[in-house]
């Protein structure tokens, strides 16, 4: 606890692994602005570039923070074959990945990231903001936002980047002011692209799919239980 918060599991200014490894139940706690990355965080804030994030066959699940509850970096990332999961944000709460400066796109791969919240209009699940990224056979749900808008709850791009989708779904990904749950499974500014085949995405807010998205499909998904 602080007037900044940084990781409230593990923080690293430099190259992180994560293998077969669970971080829950951390918190990084200041203000909503100054605490980020309740799980982990990887680089400094302000998008100041980070090292290389890793995360295989991994959970990371109900950490809490001000900004990222789950996973918060600013490098080069691939997570692979890992869950994120039950992550509260007070903005985004699952995973946010920013950066000005990194060499490749960003990879997520065989991977889950759902049942997180964010309690502003930011990204339930997924943020990702001034990189390109790959999403290959993952599945973004029943990750929520709160607001009258809809900004992309599952996943919202926040640059005019490619984010290339292979064999995912997104769906079941809510934001909701009060008047009830609106549907907001994926969401982007101007500029911003998808590419990629195979994929399932209940409804777009704002962007346009690759052809041969199947849409408006309920893929029958239930929440994670704890089996």
Same mark, same amino acid.
């Given at each position: %606890?602080? &007037?900044?918060t940084y /990781?409230?599991? +593990?923080y690293?200014?430099g190259?992180?692994l +994560?293998?077969?490894?669970?971080?829950?139940?951390n918190?990084?706690t200041?203000?909503?602005?100054?605490?980020?990355g309740?799980?982990?965080?990887? /680089?400094?804030p302000f998008h100041?570039?980070?090292?290389?994030t890793?995360v295989?066959?991994?959970?990371?699940?109900?950490?809490a923070?001000?900004?990222?509850?789950?996973?918060?970096t600013t490098g080069?990332v691939?997570?692979?074959?890992t869950?994120?999961?039950g992550?509260?944000?007070?903005?985004?709460g699952?995973?946010?990945?920013?950066a000005?400066n990194?060499?490749?796109?960003?990879?997520?791969?065989?991977?889950?990231?759902?049942g997180n919240?964010?309690s502003?209009?930011?990204?339930?699940g997924?943020?990702?903001?001034?990189n390109?990224?790959?999403i290959?056979?993952s %599945?973004?749900?029943f990750?929520?936002?709160?607001s &009258?808008?809809k900004?992309?709850?599952?996943l919202?791009?926040?640059?005019?980047?490619? +984010?290339?989708?292979?064999? #995912?779904i997104i769906?079941?990904?809510t934001?909701?002011?009060g008047?009830g749950?609106? %549907?907001?499974?994926l969401?982007g500014v101007?500029? !911003? #692209?998808?590419?990629?085949?195979n994929?399932?995405?209940?409804?777009?807010?704002s962007l +346009? #799919?690759?052809?041969?998205?199947?849409?408006?499909t309920?893929?029958?998904? !239930?929440p994670?239980?704890?089996n």
């Open positions: %606890t602080g &007037s900044y /990781g409230g599991g +593990v690293s200014d190259t992180l +994560v293998e077969s490894s669970t971080i829950s139940g918190t990084a200041s203000t909503a602005a100054n605490s980020i309740g799980g982990v965080q990887v /680089g400094s100041t570039f980070g090292g290389l890793l295989k066959y991994s959970t990371i699940s109900n950490n923070a001000g900004i990222a509850g789950g996973l918060y080069d691939t997570i692979e074959n869950t994120i999961s992550n509260q944000g007070a903005f985004i699952g995973l946010a990945m920013l000005d990194v060499s490749t796109p960003w990879n997520i791969i065989s991977s889950t990231i759902s919240d964010s502003s209009n930011i990204a339930g997924i943020y990702s903001k001034q390109a990224a790959t290959e056979n %599945t973004i749900a990750n929520t936002a709160h &009258s808008a900004y992309g709850a599952g919202a791009i926040r640059g005019a980047d490619a +984010v290339d989708l292979e064999s #995912t769906s079941n990904n934001t909701d002011e008047s749950p609106l %549907t907001d499974d969401g101007s500029g !911003a #692209t998808l590419t990629g085949a994929n399932l995405v209940y409804f777009p807010s +346009v #799919t690759p052809g041969g998205t199947i849409l408006l309920d893929p029958l998904l !239930a994670l239980a704890g």
